[in-house]
């Protein structure tokens, strides 16, 4: 009898050594006379568990983890193909608790299927959203995307719907769709997740978004830095219009939209839309002045909807589903779930797909386990390193895109970052405004010289005496405002958040007093 093996080919289990766990198994299952079929599935976002293992057996998968080479003779001698108990067992897969507690719409397939197969994908759920756009007038697939209360994910949270009624409303020739897969914010990895473990939702989001924009030609430009996803992305991309998902007749339907991947320059900054275009474009990353809007004025001069991986992974589900189904999950004004990304100095790192609503404590504390460092937690960094530095009061703050900008901060790519109670939080804000100096394109000079003044003074703040400090705050704080209201992107008018953040809140490690507590 043949028995099932899921080990992942994700870029995280890799970099812990999958690949010489599927070898250890493939020899020792030869010795024994076993017969096994190894699947190499995308990771389940078990980060600390990897590379997670998973036999399947008739009650369902079994999962082990984290799997070394050297396990394997001994997992083998167990009874892991019978799905035995053993020390590295964690049970059924779908009983963990981290898995059982989260909200998996975007990342309902991750870890279970073959990234690579096109049967795989359709039979768990794959296409029924194109299906039903192509049944659909471009308005009604529009609308469903503004029923839903998608935003983008990316970081700014524009509403995608009212992007696409623009790009669908303006008259061109030609139109664009743009995926900006350039993820560079520290502690994110879903963009990377999705592109490897699950490729074909995100042609079919793209698809879906041509076909009611009215554009035939799309580009996802994926950061340099992700080799193994610019290789799956192509493979997917060849399949998928080997299949008829893309090309001139897309599903028999008469209606046309093809694909490419573009490799990003490397630059931090060409996560900004208008960045990411010109150097699309063939030219050198810089920002571009605004208006012209994108969604008319785009790519090559054209209408061009423009949106991160996450957020055109979601419009699957969206059209499958329904609008109103996705519109259930969330609160207020930020509906449907989020791919969470718990990283830094934690415990149980890895991707936690929730509703808006859930609180920093519960997944940090709940999912993440706490620090791996043992020691509290100091601070928590939300929306990547221009995100704003979260101290505890904040922490059962509903995650809420408005919420959260009402205390000074950003829910950004869903990024988390935890930083236990030796953290340096002056050197921590010294960092975002040295990164801003390096990764500034350099058009605007609040962003290329505040940036780099900003180092300086951070600088003669953690050195000056106790008489003349006060001075040099007031000098940062009249920078970040420079910065904040006059940069041309996010890049330079973003910086300030980690910096003002951490002045705030921990103002004793810039030498300053601590800020007087609250009466209860």
Request: proline share 5%; glycine share 12%; with cysteine.
């Amino acid at each position: 009898m043949t028995v099932r093996v899921y080990i992942p080919c994700d870029s995280a289990a890799l970099a812990v050594g999958a690949d010489e766990v599927v070898v250890a198994l493939q020899r020792g299952a030869q010795v024994r006379g076993e017969t096994v079929e190894i699947v190499r599935n995308g990771s389940r976002g078990l980060f600390w568990l990897e590379p997670l293992v998973e036999v399947q057996t008739a009650q369902g998968r079994v999962a082990y983890g984290p799997v070394e080479a050297s396990d394997v003779e001994g997992l083998l001698d167990a009874g892991l193909l019978a799905g035995a108990p053993h020390a590295l067992c964690h049970g059924p897969t779908e009983a963990m608790p981290w898995l059982q507690r989260q909200e998996r719409q975007t990342f309902a397939r991750m870890g279970i299927t073959d990234p690579l197969s096109l049967h795989d994908y359709e039979a768990h759920g794959g296409l029924a959203g194109l299906r039903r756009a192509l049944a659909l007038d471009n308005t009604a697939v529009v609308q469903e995307v503004l029923d839903s209360g998608l935003r983008g994910r990316g970081g700014a949270a524009f509403p995608a719907g009212i992007k696409w009624k623009t790009v669908a409303s303006a008259a061109a020739a030609q139109k664009y769709v743009c995926c900006n897969a350039d993820e560079g914010d520290s502690g994110t990895f879903s963009d990377r997740m999705v592109m490897e473990g699950d490729p074909f939702m995100l042609i079919e989001g793209m698809a879906i978004a041509g076909l009611a924009t009215g554009a035939t030609q799309g580009y996802v430009y994926v950061r340099s830095e992700y080799p193994h996803a610019i290789a799956t992305l192509r493979q997917a991309i060849a399949r998928a219009r080997a299949a008829g998902w893309l090309g001139a007749d897309i599903l028999g339907s008469g209606r046309a939209f093809e694909l490419d991947v573009r490799k990003a320059a490397g630059a931090y900054v060409c996560g900004e839309e208008t960045a990411m275009l010109e150097s699309l474009e063939g030219k050198r990353g810089i920002v571009r002045a605004k208006p012209p809007l994108p969604a008319l004025q785009g790519l090559f001069g054209q209408p061009t909807l423009i949106h991160n991986v996450i957020t055109l992974a979601s419009v699957p589900v969206i059209l499958a589903q329904g609008a109103a189904f996705y519109r259930d999950f969330g609160m207020g004004r930020s509906r449907g779930t989020l791919p969470i990304q718990l990283a830094g100095n934690i415990k149980h790192g890895g991707l936690v797909e929730k509703a808006f609503g859930v609180t920093l404590r519960e997944l940090v504390e709940g999912f993440g386990g706490g620090t791996a460092s043992g020691r509290p937690i100091k601070a928590i960094q939300v929306g990547g390193p221009l995100g704003a530095y979260v101290p505890p009061e904040h922490w059962d703050l509903p995650l809420d895109y408005e919420a959260y900008a009402a205390v000074g901060a950003v829910v950004g790519h869903g990024g988390i970052v935890v930083h236990d109670d030796q953290a340096d939080m002056a050197k921590l804000a010294r960092y975002a405004m040295e990164f801003c100096a390096i990764e500034s394109c350099g058009k605007c000079t609040p962003c290329r010289i505040g940036s780099t003044r900003g180092v300086e003074v951070i600088d003669r703040i953690t050195r000056a005496s106790a008489q003349t400090r006060p001075q040099q705050v007031t000098l940062l704080r009249d920078l970040c405002d420079t910065m904040l209201h006059g940069s041309l992107c996010a890049m330079g008018g973003m910086t300030p958040y980690p910096v003002l953040s951490a002045l705030d809140h921990y103002p004793q490690d810039f030498g300053l007093a601590a800020p007087a507590k609250r009466a209860a």
